[in-house]
T-cell receptor, first 118, second 112 residues
Framework: GAVVSQHPSWVICKSGTSVKIECRSLDFQATTMFWYRQFPKQSLMLMATSNEGSKATYEQGVEKDKFLINHASLTLSTLTVTSAHPEDSSFYIC??????????????FGPGTRLTVL | AQSVTQLDSHVSVSEGTPVLLRCNYSSSYSPSLFWYVQHPNKGLQLLLKYTSAATLVKGINGFEAEFKKSETSFHLTKPSAHMSDAAEYFCVVSKRDDKIIFGKGTRLHILP
């Protein structure tokens, strides 16, 4: 149980285009999902918290107009990188929090999406 | 405020020997603590979680961790390393606002 999927697993795009990444909780409903960014050989950096039915909460220094987050259902959150530039190239990972019982504060992670902007 | 420190950025062990990955935490309340593993270009997999029910926590793939409040430690161990254990390991502490804090990670190398 507690499986989170991401799509696509990798994407290459041209500078100036927008890219959408999907994060799905497959066997549980997630009222809260998180989006992280990971640079090579580094730990994960929280970008934003995605709450179903409300606006996302962004961490300091993360441009909300650049990284659009939509959490339209209890099983799907999307991250859109708008007007992507080479410096946006990174590994993006989502997680979902299982709200049930003793697992309430456990985050389950997706497999990640490798974004390369040319 | 919560924080977590992984004491080693790299650990190398021979296959079949014990593994010890060290983690110290700081928290103003009794937190939940986690260990996650990340294989190259993959997401994070939950190894185990401490939630105050028991100080010795058993996880998947033969890993376990012991919560020691007096030492503010939550070290990860495994009796016998396997080649497939080579990966990045993250110690994580929970915060009250549903967020989690990652350690910087420990790269585990397994020598044949």
């Amino acid at each position: 149980g507690a499986v989170v999927s991401q799509h696509p697993s990798w994407v290459i795009c041209k500078s100036g285009t927008s890219v959408k990444i999907e994060c799905r909780s497959l066997d549980f409903q997630a009222t809260t999902m998180f989006w992280y960014r990971q640079f090579p050989k580094q730990s994960l950096m929280l970008m934003a918290t995605s709450n179903e039915g409300s606006k996302a909460t962004y961490e300091q220094g993360v441009e909300k107009d650049k990284f659009l987050i939509n959490h339209a259902s209890l099983t799907l959150s999307t991250l859109t990188v708008t007007s992507a530039h080479p410096e946006d190239s990174s590994f993006y990972i989502c997680s979902a929090r299982d709200p049930g019982g003793s697992k309430a504060d456990t985050q389950y992670f997706g497999p990640g999406t490798r974004l390369t902007v040319l | 405020a919560q924080s977590v420190t992984q004491l080693d950025s790299h650990v190398s062990v021979s296959e079949g020997t014990p593994v010890l990955l060290r983690c110290n935490y700081s928290s103003s309340y009794s937190p939940s603590l986690f260990w996650y593993v990340q294989h190259p270009n993959k997401g994070l997999q939950l190894l185990l979680k401490y939630t105050s029910a028991a100080t010795l926590v058993k996880g998947i793939n033969g890993f376990e961790a012991e919560f020691k409040k007096s030492e503010t430690s939550f070290h990860l161990t495994k009796p016998s390393a396997h080649m497939s254990d080579a990966a990045e390991y993250f110690c994580v502490v929970s915060k009250r606002d549903d967020k989690i804090i990652f350690g910087k990670g420990t790269r585990l190398h397994i020598l044949p």
